[in-house]
């Protein structure tokens, strides 16, 4: 909520809004404590200090809206950053259905990995698809797309793998996944592999299922490298951009990779091909 202070604030600032008061000085305070006494499980000191924000908001969001009114060009404006400041205002901790937590990406979502050291992640999912096989020129990614919703990872194989078929031209004869698509929705339930599965299990598929793990590194890489980890494109379409981009600049590394390989073995080779004379 004080972030929510500062850009009304900072906005009117910048528009000419004169406000009866801005709050910022005590408003910052308040957020400072609210940290601290969550942090010493001393709730309903913090529980008061979120109130006192909350209160805070609400006027500054009701004085600001008595200044635009009448104003067509200033309410273009301010109403976008206003309706998500009263949504911030109003919604609750233990509220059910979609909430704001980024004033400026409305669109992202609270994920919960599970895990002990990040349990909640904020963003959009994003499935990534790379061959099951050990590829000389490195595991390249088939298939990227960014999942708006926070949807069941088993409700988007179906639709991800006829994406991938219709992209690449090749049907899929086995699909490994992991225990987080159990229930599927793919058409073809006996194609597809979860990691730990001991039915029907030869022992080709037994090291298919092995080599499964293969996608993980490449998951850190374009988290890390390639701008997955972070976008800087707005909107769901940036999302959705930001996924294929970074998926094609990570081929495109993979790639440049083995063009300087063959580059370097023609380099050695021509010493011996082209006679001394040549050279000067």
């Given at each position: 909520?004080?972030?929510?202070?500062?850009?009304?604030?900072?906005?009117?600032?910048?528009?000419g809004?004169?406000?009866?008061?801005?709050?910022?000085?005590?408003?910052?305070?308040?957020?400072?404590?609210?940290?601290?006494?969550?942090?010493?499980?001393?709730?309903?000191?913090?529980?008061?200090?979120?109130?006192?924000?909350?209160?805070?908001l609400?006027?500054?969001?009701?004085?600001?809206?008595?200044?635009?009114?009448?104003?067509?060009?200033?309410?273009?404006?301010?109403?976008?950053?206003?309706?998500?400041?009263?949504?911030?205002?109003?919604?609750?901790?233990?509220q059910?259905?979609?909430?704001?937590y980024?004033?400026?990406?409305?669109?992202?979502?609270?994920?919960?990995?599970?895990?002990?050291?990040?349990?909640?992640?904020?963003?959009?999912?994003?499935?990534?698809?790379?061959?099951?096989?050990?590829?000389?020129?490195?595991?390249?990614?088939?298939?990227?797309?960014?999942?708006?919703?926070?949807?069941?990872?088993?409700?988007?194989?179906?639709?991800?793998?006829?994406?991938?078929?219709?992209?690449?031209?090749?049907?899929?004869?086995?699909?490994?996944?992991?225990?987080?698509?159990?229930?599927?929705?793919?058409?073809?339930?006996?194609?597809?592999?979860?990691?730990?599965?001991?039915?029907?299990?030869?022992?080709?598929?037994?090291?298919?299922m092995?080599?499964?793990?293969?996608?993980?590194?490449?998951?850190?890489?374009?988290?890390?490298?390639?701008?997955?980890?972070?976008n800087y494109?707005?909107?769901?379409?940036?999302?959705?951009?930001?996924?294929?981009?970074a998926?094609?600049?990570?081929?495109?590394?993979?790639?440049?990779?083995?063009?300087?390989?063959?580059?370097r073995?023609?380099?050695?080779?021509?010493?011996?091909?082209?006679?001394?004379?040549q050279?000067?």
């Amino acid at each position: 909520m004080y972030r929510a202070i500062e850009k009304l604030v900072g906005l009117a600032r910048s528009e000419g809004v004169v406000l009866r008061q801005s709050y910022l000085r005590v408003a910052k305070r308040a957020a400072i404590m609210v940290g601290r006494y969550t942090h010493a499980h001393q709730f309903k000191r913090a529980r008061r200090k979120l109130k006192f924000l909350r209160t805070r908001l609400g006027r500054l969001i009701r004085d600001i809206a008595r200044k635009i009114d009448g104003d067509g060009a200033l309410e273009a404006i301010f109403v976008p950053l206003l309706s998500r400041a009263t949504k911030v205002r109003q919604q609750d901790q233990r509220q059910r259905g979609r909430k704001v937590y980024a004033l400026h990406a409305p669109e992202v979502e609270c994920i919960a990995k599970g895990k002990a050291r990040a349990p909640y992640e904020f963003g959009c999912k994003v499935s990534v698809a790379t061959p099951v096989t050990s590829p000389k020129g490195g595991q390249f990614v088939l298939h990227a797309q960014a999942l708006h919703g926070n949807p069941y990872d088993g409700h988007t194989l179906g639709p991800m793998v006829a994406e991938l078929e219709a992209l690449t031209g090749i049907e899929t004869r086995r699909i490994h996944v992991d225990k987080g698509y159990r229930g599927h929705n793919h058409p073809h339930k006996f194609r597809v592999w979860i990691s730990g599965q001991v039915r029907r299990v030869t022992a080709s598929i037994r090291r298919e299922m092995k080599r499964r793990a293969a996608v993980e590194p490449v998951i850190g890489h374009l988290k890390a490298e390639h701008r997955m980890g972070r976008n800087y494109l707005k909107g769901p379409q940036g999302d959705r951009i930001n996924a294929v981009l970074a998926a094609a600049g990570y081929n495109f590394a993979l790639l440049l990779r083995w063009l300087a390989m063959i580059l370097r073995a023609l380099i050695s080779a021509l010493p011996r091909t082209i006679p001394a004379a040549q050279l000067i």
